[in-house]
Every structure is written in structure tokens, then in C-alpha cells.
């Protein structure tokens, strides 16, 4: 039977055209912000406080030109919503490229050198696999915070959460990888290109990986939600970015205090959104697992 496409299996997969398409519509208003949304809500010039806690434009008292209502300061929920999105989406996306990049070298290192390398480079994620990710990342993130002063952290804070997100997460890579090296190391299009004099590190890079991009694109999809989670828990708590550039786990933090005065949108608008965007992605996440499998979609 002719194998189909990704195009062919897609276009009429309605469950991958409808999240697809969310997520498109989200990553559109988060990038294109500066040019859809009519504040920016890091320029204080840009909103009154006499608009604050304004509600949305469907109940009473509110109006066309703040469709999901105000904050406290003022600021349009949705300009701020998209911001924050867009903030979330560059740390996510970039702590999943350390990510990526991190344990995919060293589980090449342990799958094809073997002995010691392996055996350290394993216990070592063994040992963080079995501490909770997002504790990690709180304790180290409190331990910095603490050792800079407060400006410095908040002009900082961007780079050592992409970091610290990043390097907590390269076990689950490392280990897909070593056990993807183990089963082609003894095939024979290896074992031919030793013969002939094939250096280990293009056997590696070349011959290789190329058959491990397929699971490592799965995890890397499912990590970038995770990423989010982790990101706007930190913020949450206070471990992430500054108010100055507020996040959408900052946001939802912010406006949980306003939650039983009645303005409910401070803190529900983001946490939708966030929701939605997290859920998208894991079931993007799981329609690309089941395309990789060989059993499926053939």
C-alpha cells in the first residue's frame, strides 16, 4: 500500500485541522500583537487608570473598545493577554531548544560510546528524573533571585528562566536518544560505514540521527506545553518575569486577588487562554506521535 503524506493524512484529520487552527489563531495574536491589539501594555502612556476593572464588552458597563474588559491598571485584558502569550511562547520555545539540543547530544554520547560515558551520563538524568522538575526550578530560580539584586533579576529574568527550564528537561531527550542509538549502532548501514573508514562523528550526526528526528520531534512538541506550565507556575509564584513585562502566568497570578470582588476577567480571560493553548499543543502533540507510528496512517 502507497504510504500517504503528512498533507494527505492532515487535510482530513478534523481533529488536527481544528487545534491546528486554534493554535495558529493564538501564535498569530501573540507575534502580531504589537499590530492586532490597540494597547501595548508595556507603555504607560498607552492606558488610563480611569478605566481600571472595566468588564467585558457583553456584560453591563462595558465597552467595544475593551472587548475582554480592564485590570486594575487599566490596561486592555486582551492586549495584555496576547503580550503575555507571546512572552510565554519565547521562553517555552527557547528552554525546549536547550532542551532539545542538550539531551540529544548526550544521548548520542552515551549510545554510541557506551561504558563510563553512558553509565554517567544515565545515572545523572536518573538522579533529576526523580527530582520534580518544577521544584527544581523553584529552588534554583529562589536561590538566584536571592543572589541578585532585584533590578538585576528582573532585566535578568527572561535568560535564566529559559535556562533553568532548559537544562531541567534534557533527561526525557537523553534517554529516547540512547535508546534509539543502541538499536541503529548494530544495523548493518553502520557496521558498513565503520568499514570503510566513516569517521564516528559523521556515523553519529549523518547516518544516525537523522532516524531519531521523528520521537525527538513528539517529546519537543509536548515539552513546549509543559514549558508554558512551568513558566507561568514561576510566575505564578513570583519566581518568573518582572510586572513590568508580565507574563501569562503573571497575569492570572495578578488578578487572582480580584477573583471575589467580582472581576472575575483579570484572572479567567489569561487562564483561558492559557488553557486552550496548552491543551492544543498536547494534542498536537499526541496527533504527531501517532503519524511517527509506523502502524498508523500507512
Known amino acids: 500500500m502507497k504510504e500517504r503524506t503528512f498533507f494527505e493524512v492532515a487535510r482530513n484529520d478534523y481533529q488536527f485541522l481544528i487545534t491546528a487552527s486554534i493554535l495558529i489563531l493564538w501564535l498569530g495574536g501573540a507575534f502580531l500583537a504589537p499590530w492586532l491589539v490597540p494597547q501595548n501594555p508595556y507603555d504607560l502612556t498607552s492606558f488610563d487608570i480611569l478605566d481600571s476593572e472595566l468588564p467585558p464588552a457583553w456584560i453591563e458597563g462595558g465597552t467595544r473598545q475593551f472587548l475582554f474588559g480592564t485590570d ?35 544521548g548520542l554520547m552515551a549510545g554510541y560510546l557506551g561504558g563510563r560515558w553512558d553509565s554517567f551520563i544515565m545515572r545523572t538524568a536518573d538522579v533529576q528524573l526523580s527530582l520534580s522538575t518544577l521544584m527544581l526550578t523553584i529552588i534554583t530560580l529562589a536561590i538566584i ?64 540521527f537523522p532516524n531519531l528526528i521523528s520521537p525527538l520531534l513528539v517529546i519537543a512538541t509536548v515539552q513546549v506545553a509543559n514549558a508554558i506550565i512551568s513558566e507561568a507556575a514561576l510566575s505564578f509564584l513570583g519566581l518568573g518575569m518582572p510586572p513590568t513585562q508580565p507574563s501569562l502566568g503573571l497575569l492570572i497570578s495578578r488578578g487572582f486577588e480580584y477573583i471575589f470582588s467580582g472581576a472575575w476577567w483579570i484572572t479567567f480571560i489569561p487562564s483561558f487562554f492559557l488553557v486552550v493553548l496548552i491543551v492544543t499543543i498536547n494534542i498536537l502533540g499526541g496527533w504527531f506521535e501517532d503519524y511517527f507510528n509506523p502502524k498508523l496512517y500507512k
Open 72 to 106: 486594575p491598571q487599566g490596561r486592555d485584558i486582551l492586549s495584555t493577554v496576547f503580550y503575555g502569550m507571546r512572552l510565554s511562547l519565547i521562553i517555552s520555545i527557547s528552554a525546549v531548544m536547550i532542551q532539545l539540543m542538550l539531551g540529544t547530544f548526550l
Open 145 to 208: 533571585k536571592n543572589f541578585f539584586a532585584q533590578e538585576v533579576y528582573d532585566r535578568l529574568a527572561i535568560y535564566m528562566i529559559i535556562m533553568v527550564i532548559g537544562v531541567a528537561e534534557w533527561p526525557q531527550y537523553a534517554r529516547v536518544v540512547r535508546s534509539g542509538v543502541l538499536v541503529e549502532r548494530e544495523k548493518e548501514y553502520v557496521a558498513a560505514a565503520r568499514v570503510v573508514g566513516v569517521s564516528p562523528r559523521i556515523i553519529l550526526f549523518k547516518h544516525i
